[in-house]
C-alpha cells in the first residue's frame, strides 16, 4: 500500500492528491474492490469547470456501473487517457496508474474531504 497520508477522500469513494498546485483524483482501493473488474470509465472533457460533489463520470465493471463524483472544484486539465485501453489500471493501481484526472484552479470551498483515519473508519462501518 503505498504512503496515503498526502490523499483525501470523500464518502463516494474518491481520492484527490494535491500536486503541483493542481489536484489528482481517482476512486479508492475499497471502490474498486467492490466494483470488481473496471471495463470501462466515462471521463469529463478537458476545460469542464466542476464544483465539489459534481458528477464527472462513470465507472462500469463487471458487476456495476457508478458515477464519479469530484472531490474539489477545479477546472479538467488532464484526463488519463492510458486508461482507454487499459481500465484495469484502475484495479491495478488505483492510486498510481489508475488515476483518474487532474484539476486545476482547485477550489475546495464546500467540499466535504476525510483524512485517511476517517476514510477508514467509514470503509469498516461500510465492510460490515
Do not use: C
Not at 481517482?26 to 471521463?43: H, M
Not at 489508475?98 to 475546495?108: A, F, K, P, Q, S
Not at 464546500?110 to 485517511?116: E, H, M, N
Amino acid at each position: 500500500m503505498p504512503d496515503l497520508s498526502a490523499f483525501r477522500f470523500t464518502a463516494t469513494h474518491e481520492w484527490v492528491e494535491t500536486v503541483d498546485g493542481g489536484a489528482r483524483v481517482g476512486v479508492t482501493d475499497f471502490a474498486q474492490a467492490q466494483l470488481g473488474d473496471v471495463i470501462f470509465l466515462e471521463l469529463p472533457e478537458l476545460g469542464t469547470t466542476l464544483k465539489p460533489g459534481d458528477r464527472f463520470g462513470v465507472v462500469e465493471s463487471v458487476k456495476a456501473a457508478s458515477d464519479l463524483y469530484s472531490p474539489v472544484g477545479g477546472r479538467v486539465a488532464e484526463v488519463n487517457d492510458a486508461l482507454g485501453d487499459a481500465p484495469e489500471r484502475v484495479n491495478q493501481d488505483p492510486y498510481g496508474g489508475g488515476w483518474l484526472m487532474r484539476l486545476e484552479d482547485v477550489d475546495e470551498d464546500g467540499a466535504k474531504l476525510l483524512d485517511g483515519a476517517e476514510y477508514a473508519r467509514l470503509t469498516e462501518a461500510e465492510a460490515h
